[in-house]
């Protein structure tokens, strides 16, 4: 499927409703939930990085690119990329990544105020998503801006600033916003609330459904990494019967 296509029809899933956007970690698995109907693919930079022997974060950007174009290419589905922060240590290089990333075929991709350590400084997080947004704009495609605020996920799960950061993240050209970790449902439509009407995605977590998040008034939801560290775990459980009882149950 054209390119151009794939994003006016990402773009369209945001502008109302619900849709859930769940997290291939290969081609193999992107195959397989768009045979299975889903509307939409995002990217997993866990799952992505599991696939290849690695842990999250430890992917380069030359790899998170090839993978990325990989996905694009082998389905029809448009793909949001977990493009993690940037990939790069200035905003003229986040500028520059995305740009690369927009090669790829992506439809949207985020982008994180966490530098794999630390949650940047407020100020520098938005000058990265304003670096983000200018590429996109230069580029002349229709890609969805995620502005990603990783607080809840990174021992410091504060809500007003998580929300500070998301409506700053909203100013600075985000098309989209998400908050991953966040659990309460009055949390979540605080936040929902405060940035509207710009769509908000939720990760989905055990203990949590797509109807409460639904009610909350989130429009999009994604898994992360799960479906990856659940298939990896189905390998496990398999492979164990088969090296300690030499059966597959």
């Known amino acids: 499927m054209d390119v151009k296509v794939k994003r006016t029809r990402f773009f369209e899933l945001h502008r109302s409703g619900c849709f859930l956007l769940p997290n291939p970690?290969?081609?193999?698995?992107?195959?397989?939930?768009?045979?299975?109907?889903?509307?939409?693919?995002?990217?997993?930079?866990s799952g992505a990085a599991l696939a290849?022997?690695?842990?999250?974060?430890?992917?380069?950007?030359?790899?998170?690119?090839?993978?990325?174009?990989?996905?694009?290419?082998a389905t029809n589905l448009p793909l949001n990329a977990d493009f993690e922060a940037g990939f790069g240590s200035t905003s003229k290089?986040?500028?520059?990544?995305?740009?690369?990333?927009?090669?790829?075929?992506?439809?949207?991709l985020s982008i994180e105020d966490y530098d794999g350590v630390k949650l940047f400084s407020k100020t520098d997080a938005v000058e990265r998503m304003r670096a983000a947004r200018?590429?996109?704009?230069?580029?002349?495609?229709?890609?969805v801006l995620v502005g990603r605020s990783e607080g809840y996920i990174r021992n410091n799960p504060d809500l007003d600033e998580?929300?500070?950061?998301?409506?700053?993240f909203k100013e600075a050209g985000a098309d989209c916003l998400y908050a991953p970790g966040?659990?309460?449902?009055?949390?979540?439509?605080?936040?929902?609330?405060?940035?509207?009407?710009?769509?908000?995605?939720?990760?989905?977590?055990?203990g949590l459904?797509?109807?409460?998040?639904?009610?909350?008034?989130?429009?999009?939801?994604?898994?992360?990494?799960?479906?990856?560290?659940a298939a990896l775990n189905a390998l496990h459980l398999a492979a164990a019967s088969f090296f300690e009882r030499g059966t597959l149950q």
């Not at 998580?162 to 700053?168: F, P, S, W, Y």
């Not at 659990?183 to 509207?196: H, L, N, Q, R, S």
């Open 93 to 108: 290089a986040v500028f520059e990544s995305v740009q690369m990333a927009i090669a790829t075929g992506v439809s949207g």
């Open 162 to 168: 998580t929300i500070i950061r998301l409506v700053a």
């Open 52 to 73: 290849v022997g690695k842990t999250d974060g430890q992917l380069t950007r030359d790899e998170v690119l090839r993978h990325l174009e990989a996905i694009c290419r």
């Open 182 to 206: 966040v659990t309460d449902m009055g949390e979540m439509k605080k936040i929902v609330t405060a940035v509207a009407p710009a769509p908000v995605n939720a990760l989905l977590l055990p």
């Open 134 to 143: 200018e590429a996109i704009d230069r580029s002349g495609q229709k890609v």
């Open 25 to 45: 970690w290969d081609i193999g698995s992107a195959k397989h939930l768009e045979a299975m109907g889903f509307q939409a693919l995002a990217s997993t930079s």
């Open 209 to 229: 459904t797509v109807a409460q998040l639904k009610a909350a008034g989130v429009r999009r939801i994604s898994v992360g990494g799960a479906f990856a560290k």
